[in-house]
């Protein structure tokens, strides 16, 4: 799947009466979303940011952000090893917040939710991005590209801005698999959920164990591990707990929205059915979203 192959499964939810916008390279420049844009130009079709907006009622809505690289080679910080074959799943968190848009139209559920997907494919081409460049974001924060292959950050701190800047949300989630760090942190079982809201925590946790899609709360903290030189931010925190310093990233991002993050790295994808997972895609995230945005009633 492309980006533009998932905008166009995106559109088809204009059936069930979900507003669908797509823009492409050209206007995400043009709003500024450098980052965003910079990951997705190594590729022939470049960048898209999706966003499905269903409105359920007139209340002040929900935003779920989705992390969609819809292959992630790594760029020019190349993977390497069997698990660059599991990166069509890169674009899980996009898929999540998507399916659960889809859940709750079909369900014609009393709320008020817009996803907002980055969507793009981190190739290697003499286009690409490369360590060492910066990049503009559209919250006006520069960053230092010193792993092209911790872009899924790049892509959602311009998707966050965006709901923030055009739908004023209530709450803000993010959703992606976003680092092998909270895979080393907690494994398959829990996906990792950040937040200083503990209510947040607490609510998104108790859905999370009505689905049988499990949280398990990591802390946020070591900012200054993405200090740099030369830009306002580095996208990567060196030496640090990975999956901290990629959610304190976001965090820069999120303003003063309240917000969560969720990891799924190692969620995703299911090399062996169990009880109601089947071998593959699991949609981890569907469920446990969906439970949580129809139980704040």
Do not use: C
């Not at 069509?88 to 917040?97: C, E, I, N």
């Not at 520069?142 to 092209?148: F, G, K, L, M, P």
């Not at 609510?203 to 200054?224: A, C, M």
């Amino acid at each position: 799947m492309t980006p533009v192959d998932f905008a166009n499964v995106a559109k088809e939810l204009e059936s069930l009466g979900v507003e669908v916008k797509i823009l492409k390279p050209a206007e995400l420049k043009e709003l500024g979303m450098g980052a965003l844009e910079a990951v997705g130009r190594g590729s022939n079709e470049g960048a898209r940011l999706v966003v499905a907006h269903y409105k359920g009622n007139s209340d002040a809505p929900i935003a779920l952000i989705g992390k969609g690289i819809t292959f992630d080679s790594g760029g020019y910080s190349i993977k390497t090893g069997a698990s660059i074959a599991r990166m069509k799943s890169d674009m899980a968190g996009a898929a999540a917040v998507l399916g659960t848009i889809k859940a709750l139209a079909l369900n014609k559920v009393d709320a008020n939710v817009v996803a907002v997907m980055g969507m793009a494919a981190n190739m290697v081409s003499e286009s690409s991005v490369a360590p060492g460049d910066v990049v503009r974001t559209a919250e006006g924060l520069t960053v230092e590209i010193v792993n092209t292959d911790a872009e899924g950050r790049l892509v959602l701190s311009d998707a966050m801005w965006y709901a923030r800047k055009f739908y004023e949300p209530s709450v803000m989630i993010d959703v992606a698999t976003l680092t092998g760090s909270k895979i080393r942190a907690v494994g398959n079982e829990y996906a990792a959920v950040f937040s200083e809201d503990d209510q947040l925590v607490a609510d998104l946790t108790f859905s999370g164990k009505q689905v049988n899609e499990n949280l398990w709360r990591l802390p946020l903290g070591y900012q200054d591990m993405l200090k740099t030189d030369i830009a306002d931010l580095k996208n990567t925190g060196s030496g640090g707990p990975g999956a901290t310093t990629a959610a304190s990233f976001l965090q820069y991002f999120a303003g003063d929205v309240k917000w969560a993050h969720i990891d799924i790295a190692g969620n995703a994808l299911s090399t062996k059915g169990k009880g109601e997972v089947s071998t593959g895609g699991t949609g981890f995230g569907v469920r446990l979203l969906s439970d949580w945005i129809m139980s704040k009633k």
